[in-house]
């Protein structure tokens, strides 16, 4: 079965870091470019950071350069997002995108953050 399992969202003061972790399981990690988006409320879903497959390179959102930092570990099948300096505009339901080399894209359940003093 294929799946995402998001965790680490909460509560994070302005300023203060979150780390995030996106667990998979049901298809081949390692060939997978792997995303973290993110959705606000009367927002559009937007990409956050993606890092390729075989560690080709990643790519951020403007608005996370210098912040945020997404990494993968291949042997755990997991991708990270480290988000420091929260902003309360980093406000949002967090989701992990997959793109397997195989099949269609997977997406995780979401993970809230909100950033608030």
């Known amino acids: 079965q294929v799946r995402l399992v998001e965790s680490g969202g909460g509560l994070v003061q302005p300023g203060g870091s979150l780390r995030l972790s996106c667990a998979a399981s049901g298809f081949t990690f390692s060939q997978s470019t792997m995303s973290w988006y993110r959705q606000a409320p009367g927002k559009e879903r937007e990409l956050v950071a993606r890092?390729?497959?075989?560690?080709?390179?990643?790519n951020y959102a403007d608005a996370v350069k210098g912040r945020f930092s997404i990494s993968r570990d291949n042997a755990k099948s997991t991708v990270y997002l480290q988000m420091n300096s929260l902003k309360p505009e980093d406000t949002a339901v967090y989701y992990c995108?997959?793109?397997?080399?195989?099949?269609?894209?997977?997406w995780g359940q979401g993970t809230q953050v909100t950033v608030s003093s």
């Open positions: 890092i390729f497959r075989a560690f080709v390179g990643t």
């Open positions: 995108n997959a793109v397997p080399i195989v099949g269609g894209p997977v």
